[in-house]
């Protein structure tokens, strides 16, 4: 773990000072954001972007406060495999986003509709595949009071949390291949209902765990 620390560090730092490097050479006003469709429907001023440029830096940090800052802190031993696997594909996401803005802004033809989503879908699919490692605690995963209160209704949900996270990750990454309007609201409505059915599921498990207490 810590030559992976070590490793993404290094990549924040060589991301920030590349970023200050391009920074002269971009526009004033450079794109933020952009919609659904890949249209870029927010400006700001280009020094705005060092933020952005320090976020993965500023997450690493974050992530590596938060097991000492959870009051369940000693279940990021049982799961540390799949936490450092959400860091490492969180912190490279950062920085991917950071780089295809500059580029966008550099006049670059970035077909951000396309790689967006289908990065994503990549980050979905991959906690799909960790989530079932997941021990109770107050920041990762599906949390709320009938998960929290069960290890049992815990373990149920997040079993099933990794394959409906696996799934909404595989249609937002479609949506990177098939970019149309449709398909876009397709993507969005499949996370919103799979978000809400595992809402769903973990309280029908509470209410199972309950009558078997």
């Not at 940090?61 to 279940?75: E, I, M, T, Y």
């Not at 580029?103 to 509709?113: D, F, S, V």
């Not at 949390?143 to 949900?157: D, H, I, Q, R």
Request: some cysteine.
């Amino acid at each position: 773990m810590k030559k992976q620390t070590i490793f993404l560090l290094a990549l924040c730092i060589l991301s920030f000072l590349g970023h200050l490097a391009v920074l002269p050479g971009m526009p004033d006003e450079i794109p933020i954001h952009w919609n659904v469709y890949g249209e870029a429907d927010n400006w700001a001023g280009k020094y705005t972007s060092i933020f952005l440029a320090l976020l993965p830096l500023l997450m690493l940090g974050l992530f590596h406060l938060v097991p000492r800052l959870d009051p369940r802190g000693k279940s990021y031993e049982k799961h540390q495999k799949a936490y450092q696997i959400f860091i490492t594909a969180t912190t490279l996401f950062l920085i991917v986003i950071l780089w295809i803005t500059n580029a966008a802004g550099l006049g670059y033809p970035i077909p951000i509709g396309r790689l967006v989503p289908v990065g994503v879908g990549m980050i979905l699919m991959t906690a799909g595949n960790y989530m079932p490692q997941l021990r109770t605690n107050y920041t990762m995963g599906i949390k709320n009071p009938w998960t929290l209160e069960s290890e049992w209704v815990w373990k149920k949900t997040h079993a099933m949390a990794g394959i409906v996270f696996c799934i909404m990750g595989f249609v937002m990454a479609l949506n990177g291949f098939i970019s149309t309007p449709w398909m876009a609201k397709l993507s969005v409505g499949v996370i919103l209902l799979g978000v809400l059915g595992l809402e769903v599921y973990s309280y029908l498990m509470y209410q199972k765990w309950k009558k078997n207490l």
